[in-house]
Nanobody, 125 residues
Framework: QVQLVEFGGGLVQAGGSLRLSCAAS????????MGWFRQAPGKEREFVAR????????SYAGSVKDRFTISRDNARNMLYLQMNNLKPEDTAVYYC??????????????????WGQGTQVTVSS
Protein backbone atom coordinates (compact mmCIF):
# COMPACT_ATOMS: atom_id res chain seq x y z
CA GLN A 1 0.00 0.00 0.00
CA VAL A 2 1.01 3.59 -0.66
CA GLN A 3 -0.46 6.52 1.23
CA LEU A 4 -0.61 9.91 -0.49
CA VAL A 5 -1.34 13.31 1.01
CA GLU A 6 -1.61 16.44 -1.13
CA PHE A 7 -1.25 20.00 0.07
CA GLY A 8 -0.59 23.46 -1.31
CA GLY A 9 -3.91 24.26 -2.95
CA GLY A 10 -5.68 27.55 -2.50
CA LEU A 11 -7.20 30.61 -4.13
CA VAL A 12 -5.15 32.53 -6.68
CA GLN A 13 -5.85 35.16 -9.29
CA ALA A 14 -5.57 34.38 -12.98
CA GLY A 15 -1.97 34.62 -14.09
CA GLY A 16 -0.69 33.61 -10.68
CA SER A 17 1.21 30.53 -9.53
CA LEU A 18 0.80 27.72 -7.03
CA ARG A 19 2.94 24.76 -6.11
CA LEU A 20 1.21 21.55 -5.10
CA SER A 21 3.00 18.92 -3.05
CA CYS A 22 2.22 15.27 -2.46
CA ALA A 23 3.82 13.29 0.35
CA ALA A 24 4.08 9.55 -0.27
CA SER A 25 4.57 6.88 2.38
CA UNK A 26 4.33 3.11 2.67
CA UNK A 27 5.60 0.81 -0.08
CA UNK A 28 7.00 3.58 -2.24
CA UNK A 29 9.87 1.37 -3.38
CA UNK A 30 7.45 -0.46 -5.68
CA UNK A 31 6.10 2.69 -7.34
CA UNK A 32 6.83 2.96 -11.06
CA UNK A 33 4.96 6.12 -11.96
CA MET A 34 3.18 9.00 -10.26
CA GLY A 35 0.73 11.44 -11.72
CA TRP A 36 -1.45 14.47 -11.10
CA PHE A 37 -5.10 14.52 -12.07
CA ARG A 38 -7.84 17.08 -11.56
CA GLN A 39 -11.59 17.06 -11.35
CA ALA A 40 -13.85 20.05 -11.80
CA PRO A 41 -17.48 20.02 -10.61
CA GLY A 42 -19.65 17.98 -12.95
CA LYS A 43 -16.69 16.74 -14.97
CA GLU A 44 -14.69 13.54 -15.10
CA ARG A 45 -11.29 13.25 -13.51
CA GLU A 46 -8.72 14.24 -16.11
CA PHE A 47 -5.01 13.65 -16.54
CA VAL A 48 -2.68 16.58 -15.90
CA ALA A 49 0.87 15.23 -15.77
CA ARG A 50 2.86 12.08 -15.03
CA UNK A 51 6.43 11.18 -14.11
CA UNK A 52 8.32 7.93 -13.79
CA UNK A 53 9.53 7.60 -10.23
CA UNK A 54 13.08 6.44 -10.94
CA UNK A 55 13.99 8.00 -14.29
CA UNK A 56 11.96 11.17 -14.08
CA UNK A 57 10.46 10.96 -17.56
CA UNK A 58 7.53 13.37 -17.79
CA SER A 59 4.53 14.05 -19.96
CA TYR A 60 1.69 16.56 -19.81
CA ALA A 61 -1.84 17.17 -20.96
CA GLY A 62 -1.95 19.64 -23.81
CA SER A 63 -3.97 22.12 -21.76
CA VAL A 64 -1.20 22.55 -19.18
CA LYS A 65 1.95 21.99 -21.20
CA ASP A 66 4.42 24.88 -20.92
CA ARG A 67 2.56 26.18 -17.83
CA PHE A 68 2.82 23.27 -15.36
CA THR A 69 5.89 21.31 -14.30
CA ILE A 70 5.83 17.95 -12.52
CA SER A 71 8.85 16.89 -10.48
CA ARG A 72 9.76 14.50 -7.71
CA ASP A 73 12.23 14.15 -4.86
CA ASN A 74 12.88 10.44 -4.43
CA ALA A 75 14.88 10.86 -1.25
CA ARG A 76 11.99 12.65 0.44
CA ASN A 77 9.21 10.67 -1.26
CA MET A 78 7.68 13.90 -2.51
CA LEU A 79 5.86 14.74 -5.73
CA TYR A 80 5.34 18.31 -6.89
CA LEU A 81 3.30 20.24 -9.43
CA GLN A 82 4.43 23.79 -10.16
CA MET A 83 1.56 25.65 -11.80
CA ASN A 84 2.25 28.96 -13.51
CA ASN A 85 0.07 31.34 -15.51
CA LEU A 86 -3.03 29.83 -13.94
CA LYS A 87 -6.36 30.25 -15.69
CA PRO A 88 -9.94 30.08 -14.34
CA GLU A 89 -10.40 26.81 -16.24
CA ASP A 90 -7.66 25.27 -14.07
CA THR A 91 -10.06 25.43 -11.12
CA ALA A 92 -10.54 21.89 -9.80
CA VAL A 93 -9.67 19.47 -7.05
CA TYR A 94 -6.18 18.18 -7.77
CA TYR A 95 -5.19 14.61 -6.90
CA CYS A 96 -1.86 12.83 -6.89
CA UNK A 97 -1.75 9.16 -7.76
CA UNK A 98 0.74 6.32 -7.76
CA UNK A 99 1.02 3.25 -9.96
CA UNK A 100 2.97 0.05 -9.49
CA UNK A 101 2.67 -1.27 -13.02
CA UNK A 102 4.99 -0.07 -15.82
CA UNK A 103 2.71 -1.54 -18.48
CA UNK A 104 -0.13 0.92 -18.12
CA UNK A 105 0.07 4.11 -20.14
CA UNK A 106 -0.57 6.36 -17.17
CA UNK A 107 -2.92 8.94 -18.66
CA UNK A 108 -6.21 7.63 -17.30
CA UNK A 109 -7.39 7.26 -13.73
CA UNK A 110 -7.70 3.49 -14.02
CA UNK A 111 -3.95 3.27 -14.67
CA UNK A 112 -3.22 4.16 -11.04
CA UNK A 113 -3.48 2.09 -7.88
CA UNK A 114 -3.37 4.66 -5.08
CA TRP A 115 -4.85 8.13 -4.65
CA GLY A 116 -4.63 11.05 -2.29
CA GLN A 117 -7.64 12.87 -0.89
CA GLY A 118 -7.25 15.90 -3.16
CA THR A 119 -6.55 19.59 -2.70
CA GLN A 120 -8.73 22.42 -4.03
CA VAL A 121 -7.29 24.92 -6.49
CA THR A 122 -9.46 27.92 -7.32
CA VAL A 123 -8.41 30.49 -9.92
CA SER A 124 -10.36 33.72 -9.99
CA SER A 125 -10.69 35.87 -13.09
Amino acid sequence: QVQLVEFGGGLVQAGGSLRLSCAASGRTGSVYRMGWFRQAPGKEREFVARITWSGGTTSYAGSVKDRFTISRDNARNMLYLQMNNLKPEDTAVYYCAAAYSPTRVGVTARDYDFWGQGTQVTVSS
